[in-house]
């Protein structure tokens, strides 16, 4: 490197982050996702994926793949808009809006895509949008893009949204349905009615709710027993519990053909390979039918949350899959990650940006494929840290 070129400035901006434990690194994983991998030639046990039924690497998934792709081919060739739109993504839509309980679905690329999709096409200039302050990046970043006024409420606040919106014509409020680094759930029946009485959209991103809760994993609209009329936008991704990749919007029929029409990361944009819809339906069929892969989720949950109080460690109120042990510093929460490392287990430290200064922590999070020794596992190294480091 020169001094003086471009990359001087980046440099500089790296070797900051470094020193302040706020450094990003990739671990290259050597085997199919699933909570015994393998990183740099080592064994470990992972609490860190979003693959909460166990289907990414299901063979009956696997086999789907291979025999979509079989029958398409691997590319779509072009946007859903011009000739990518195949029977494979139609038939996956169709199984998405009966799976949801609605009119219609539409298929996009990734949920990230799919956020900023819908709050651009929905609000503009002079609108107001509502989002929880702990929304995911994705939500939060659509409303920026889509040059509406973003006002963020207080976390799962309904009375404190209530109050906000007593100033402001809102346009649409947005939520995650499960936050995805905390694990609580949005309080959704207090949101719908504040939604209806704006006269405002609500939208429940439900990428870490969907195939989890609810009955037959449909989700945490349905866990509150609200449907269409409730939380007209619903947002789900397939790269999460369905164990694939992708992701849509579930709602009425004028609100789907409105983002045809207009959802700029929908329409330019090529549709995924049509043999990844014929996988995801086979993940869906999986995810309908075998609850057993919930009730055994449940049960690890459970034992983990009792287990982690009998070693006095202080865990938040979730009772999803996702569990996080708070850690405070960035430093504490990469002590407490490389601490589990050394012992052969893999917990990611989610630091600041992702979450809020002085709440890093460390995100467990629990699959169907975990075995009870499995958490035990976990447990015991967890007992560890907390008569050292914790
Ligand atoms: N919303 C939430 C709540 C998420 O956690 C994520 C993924 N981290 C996304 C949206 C983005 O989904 P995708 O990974 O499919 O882009």
């Known amino acids: 490197m020169t001094p003086g070129t471009p990359d001087q400035g980046l440099h500089e901006h790296l070797a900051r982050l470094e020193a302040s434990q706020l450094y990003r690194r990739r671990r290259i994983q050597e085997a199919p996702q699933g909570p015994h991998g393998v990183v740099e030639g080592r064994p470990v046990l992972s609490f860190c994926s979003n693959d909460y039924l166990g289907l990414a690497a299901h063979p009956e998934v696997a086999a789907a793949l291979q025999s979509g792709a079989a029958r398409w081919g691997v590319g779509s060739g072009a946007a859903h808009l011009v000739n990518g739109h195949s029977a494979a993504h139609h038939r996956l839509e169709e199984a998405l809006a009966a799976f949801t309980g609605r009119p219609r679905a539409l298929l996009f690329s990734t949920g990230y895509m799919a956020n900023l999709g819908v709050i651009t096409a929905l609000a503009g200039r002079g609108d107001a949008v509502f989002e929880d302050r702990l929304n995911h990046a994705s939500l939060l970043d659509a409303a920026l893009l889509s040059r509406a006024k973003l006002t963020r409420y207080p976390h799962a606040d309904s009375a404190g949204l209530e109050r906000m919106l007593g100033r402001a014509s809102a346009r649409l409020i947005a939520t995650d349905g499960v936050f995805s680094m905390d694990g609580d759930l949005a309080p959704l029946p207090a949101l719908a009615a504040s939604a209806r009485k704006a006269g405002a959209w609500l939208m429940v991103d439900d990428a870490h709710g969907l195939g989890v809760l609810g009955r037959g994993g449909r989700g945490s609209v349905d866990h509150f027993g609200l449907g269409l009329d409730d939380v007209p936008i619903l947002m789900g991704t397939l790269g999460k519990a369905f164990g694939t990749f992708g992701a849509f ?127 035990d596992r976990l447990l015991d190294a967890l007992s560890g840290l907390s008569a050292s480091d914790a």
């Open 249 to 375: 919007v579930a709602g009425s029929e004028a609100l789907i053909e409105t983002l045809i029409q207009g959802a700029r990361s929908y329409i330019y944009t090529t549709a995924t390979p049509p043999a990844l819809a014929t996988a995801t339906l086979a993940a869906i069929a999986i995810a309908e039918r075998e609850d057993w892969r919930r009730e055994h989720l449940n049960a690890l949950i459970a034992r983990f949350r009792e287990g982690a109080a009998q070693l006095g460690l202080t865990l938040s109120d979730s009772h999803t899959p996702i569990q996080p042990l708070p850690a405070g510093s960035a430093a504490r929460a990469l002590a407490w990650s490389h601490a589990l490392e050394r012992a052969g287990i893999l917990v990611t430290a989610i630091r600041p940006p992702t979450v809020p200064e002085g709440t890093a922590r460390l995100r467990i999070t629990f699959s169907a494929a975990h075995s009870q020794t499995d958490v």
